[in-house]
Structures are given as structure tokens and as C-alpha cells.
């Protein structure tokens, strides 16, 4: 099965900041993984598909980059309503494997 | 309206089954994928299992295979989830989850119902 790993798990930042979170594959992916954020007690909702597309309604503050087994999740200019877990997610082959997610704090 | 709603959780001895279910509307279902991911309380997400477009094709997570039976019926929009042999490490909220392809990543989710493992 493959394995993503994400950095850091937790990450204190302040409104207006760039943030970067990293995931990892244990093998090759192409370009199969997905990002989600999860606010509490809410579904996950989905971020960034094919590592780098935007999802239709996502804010462009959001980006995503990377292939292979190295991948980011960016937010430009932090805003009070980012601050959740975010998780990424691997859709290469079956298990569809999920980080162990990143939770994004107010500094 | 997109919508995915789950029913059927709650509180089961170890050994007892429980049957999820997961209705959909405001979306083609048939030509979703469907899955289900599980979260345990405080802990992240965990994929379960999938089933295809048709019913034809079921994957699962080692944890549960032999033990959890997914399946869809297209004809009433709607995802099971029948759980058998259930352990109290199967305590989680469970989410029905979609997509089209794998490429497009899992775009529709439901709101999640609790299944709670106890003697």
C-alpha cells in the first residue's frame, strides 16, 4: 500500500500569512492526489484534484503543486475561515490512502 | 442541490452488524463512483471501501474486508454499507463519499453517521 506523509502535522500562523504543507507518497503517483479540509465536525471538502487543478469554488488563494511523490498544498494570504485540517489524499490505486492530516491554528 | 445523506448509525455491541445507508440526490449517481471513508473520533480520515458505477466492482481496506459489504442500488440513488463482526475499533463517524473518476478526486460527501462500537 502506499504511504503519504504529511509535514508539518501542526502549523500556528496568523491571517494574511503563506502557509506551505507537504505530502509525500512512499511511491510514484503521477499526478493522483487530492487535497481536502475538514473543519470540525463538518464532511471534508475538497480543495485541489490532480494535484494542481482548483476545485470549481475554491478560492485562487489556494494552489497546489507536484508530481510523483512530492506534493504542496499553499494558501497565499491566509483568511480567519482557513483555519481547519487539511488533508491529502492519494487516488492511484486502491487503498485510496490519506495523509494523517495537517491542523492549521490562528498564531 | 448536490446532496449525500447517510442513515443507519448507532451504538451496536462487538459482534453485531449495522447496515449504512446513503441516499443521493441533485447528481447523476449512477455515474459516480462511490466510497466509503471512516474517521474515528479525533483521528483523521481512513478510506473503507468502493464500489463502481454499476455494482460490478468492490475494493476494500484490509481492516474490514470480509467482514463489510458495500453496494449500490442505482434504480433508488442510493450506497450500503453492510457491517458485520463489528469491533469496537470500528467506533467512527462514517462518510459516503464520490467521484466521476479518480483523476477528479472525491467532490461529493455526506454529512457522516456515527457508529459506536460498545458493550
Known amino acids: 500500500d502506499i504511504q503519504l506523509t504529511q509535514s508539518p502535522s501542526f502549523l500556528s500562523a496568523s491571517v494574511g500569512d503563506r502557509v506551505t504543507i507537504t505530502c509525500r507518497a512512499s511511491?510514484?503517483?503521477?499526478?493522483?492526489l487530492a487535497w481536502y479540509q475538514q473543519k470540525p465536525g463538518k464532511a471534508p471538502k475538497l480543495l485541489i484534484y490532480a494535484a494542481s487543478t482548483l476545485q470549481s469554488g475554491v478560492p485562487s488563494r489556494f494552489s497546489g503543486s507536484g508530481s510523483g511523490t512530492e506534493f504542496t498544498l499553499t494558501i497565499s494570504s491566509l483568511q480567519p475561515e482557513d483555519f481547519a485540517t487539511y488533508y491529502c489524499q492519494h487516488l492511484n490505486n486502491y487503498p485510496h490512502t490519506f495523509g494523517q492530516g495537517t491542523k492549521l491554528e490562528i498564531k | 442541490e448536490v446532496q449525500l445523506v447517510e442513515s443507519g448509525g448507532g451504538l451496536v455491541q462487538p459482534g453485531g452488524s449495522l447496515r449504512l445507508s446513503c441516499a443521493a440526490s441533485g447528481f447523476t449517481f449512477s455515474n459516480y463512483w462511490m466510497h466509503w471513508v471512516r474517521q474515528a473520533p479525533g483521528k483523521g480520515l481512513v478510506w473503507v471501501s468502493r464500489v463502481n458505477t454499476d455494482g460490478s466492482g468492490t475494493t476494500y481496506a484490509d481492516s474490514v474486508k470480509g467482514r463489510f459489504t458495500i453496494s449500490r442500488d442505482n434504480a433508488k440513488n442510493t450506497l450500503y454499507l453492510q457491517m458485520n463482526s463489528l469491533r469496537v475499533e470500528d467506533t467512527a463517524v462514517y462518510y459516503c463519499a464520490g467521484f466521476r473518476s479518480s483523476w477528479y478526486g472525491m467532490d461529493v460527501w455526506g454529512q457522516g453517521t456515527t457508529v459506536t462500537v460498545s458493550s
Open positions: 511511491q510514484g503517483i503521477s499526478s493522483y
